[in-house]
């Protein structure tokens, strides 16, 4: 089965420290987003890249947060410098550009302390 | 913008009794609907999806959903629970972005199964 690989699965850092999560999407999936998932706020898209180019980041924090895609087979979102309140699971989902729905990944689990 | 609603943050069923998770959607043009599910530590796997060719979606697992637009909802059923199902389920619109679409979530409803 095809599907989208994140790495890693879980991150412990220290408040502060610079953040990096990575994204595999599936091979000829043009179009890639970037999810926040907390309790308190359910899923929040925060970026999304077609054909490698960025789309929206709107949903992201500007002053902390940036997404690129630096090939088509990878996708980074970085945090610096982190903040307890970005402790969530981040995931990736890629897809075809159609309307038809997304392949999520399995996420990476941050914990901020 | 579109967007959609799931009533009732938790349902609790017993095993093989009929499963019924709502949602209602808001949208000015057709709407293009899913039910995504969601087990422990695991990313959003699609159920099925409303794309207007059908009213009435089937899924996996015997999951269904009918596209009802005078009432605009899109809930989710299944005739019979299982231990299984045991998840949380979310329903998603597709929106116009820019340069393409992108997914807006619902709030999720947890899915209790008792024995």
């Known amino acids: 089965d095809a599907r989208v690989t994140q790495t890693p699965r879980h991150k412990v850092t220290e408040m502060g420290q610079e953040v990096t999560m990575r994204c595999q999407p599936i091979l000829g999936h043009n179009t890639v987003f970037w999810y926040r998932q907390t309790m308190m706020q359910g899923l929040e898209l925060l970026a999304y890249?077609?054909?490698?180019?960025?789309?929206?980041d709107s949903g992201m924090p500007k002053d902390r947060f940036s997404a690129e895609m630096p090939d088509a087979t990878l996708a980074t979102l970085k945090i610096q410098p982190s903040e307890p309140r970005d402790s969530a699971v981040y995931f990736c989902?890629?897809?075809?550009?159609?309307?038809?729905?997304?392949?999520f990944g399995s996420g990476t689990r941050l914990t901020v302390v | 913008a579109q967007s959609v609603t799931q009533l009732g943050s938790h349902v609790s069923v017993s095993e093989g009794a009929l499963v019924l998770l709502r949602c209602n959607y808001s949208s000015s043009v057709p709407p293009y609907l899913f039910w995504y599910v969601q087990y422990p530590n695991q990313g959003l796997q699609l159920l099925l999806k409303?794309?207007?060719?059908?009213?009435l979606v089937k899924g996996i697992n015997d999951f269904e959903a009918e596209f009802k637009k005078s009432e605009t909802s899109f809930h989710l059923t299944k005739p019979s629970a299982h231990m299984s199902d045991a998840a949380e389920y979310f329903c998603?619109?597709?929106?116009?972005?820019?340069?393409?679409?992108?997914?807006?979530f619902g709030a999720g409803t947890r899915l209790f199964v008792k024995a």
């Open positions: 989902a890629s897809g075809d550009g159609t309307r038809y729905g997304y392949t």
């Open positions: 890249f077609r054909n490698r180019a960025p789309l929206d």
């Open positions: 409303y794309t207007s060719a059908a009213t």
């Open positions: 998603a619109v597709s929106e116009s972005g820019t340069g393409g679409f992108k997914t807006i």
